[in-house]
């Protein structure tokens, strides 16, 4: 048999050639695009730093203290004394609102983050529901009270805050801005306090 024989067969064959062709075309086109490799220079948009910038305040640190405030007043006949002990939680991590412009960047395959240092993220610490007078003699006035307060607020910050503490919460930040980075796709991270 010979294509004389059956012309209706041709237009078939042309198709089927087309189609061939288009087929081939389509998957060496798939191939190479599959192919090309990722160098890690994925950059992170808009959207992806507002979300991280939405997180707030991070809290890396929790440090609980209880401070035992005393004061005594002299009197001519008799002495005035009280003791009171405070509780306080301070939380010690970043505030994202503090962020300077550029605090994130691609530098080639590398996002370099430049943070704000780690501080202490509310001041009002001290639960003054579970403060405790456990010695109280005389008369003793709200300013007194509040003078007690202030002290005792001034020994936790200078005991939560201390170097120590502030390089843990440091090193945890570090660690969990590179975790929430790589899950991300970001291979490649740096990061810095200022």
Not at 136 to 165: C, F, I
């Amino acid at each position: 048999m010979n294509m004389k024989q059956l012309p209706h067969l041709k237009p078939l064959l042309i198709l089927l050639v087309i189609f061939g062709a288009a087929v081939f075309l389509l998957i060496r086109t798939y191939s190479l695009s599959a192919g090309i490799e990722n160098n890690g220079s994925i950059s992170l948009s808009t959207e992806q730093i507002q979300s991280i910038r939405n997180i707030g305040q991070w809290e890396f640190l929790s440090v609980s203290d209880e401070e035992l405030i005393d004061t005594v007043r002299r009197g001519l006949f008799s002495n005035d004394r009280l003791s009171r002990i405070y509780y306080g939680t301070m939380r010690i991590g970043i505030d994202l609102e503090k962020v300077s412009e550029g605090w994130i960047a691609m530098q080639g395959d590398t996002v370099v983050l430049t943070l704000p240092p780690v501080g202490l993220l509310d001041e009002n610490f001290i639960d003054e529901a579970r403060t405790v007078s456990f010695f109280e003699v005389g008369k003793w006035t709200a300013k007194d009270r509040e003078d007690m307060y202030q002290r005792a607020r001034h020994r936790m910050r200078s005991h939560g805050l201390s170097p120590q503490n502030l390089r843990i919460a440091e090193n945890h930040a570090d660690a969990q801005f590179r975790q929430l980075l790589h899950s991300m796709g970001q291979e490649h991270v740096i990061i810095r306090f200022e």
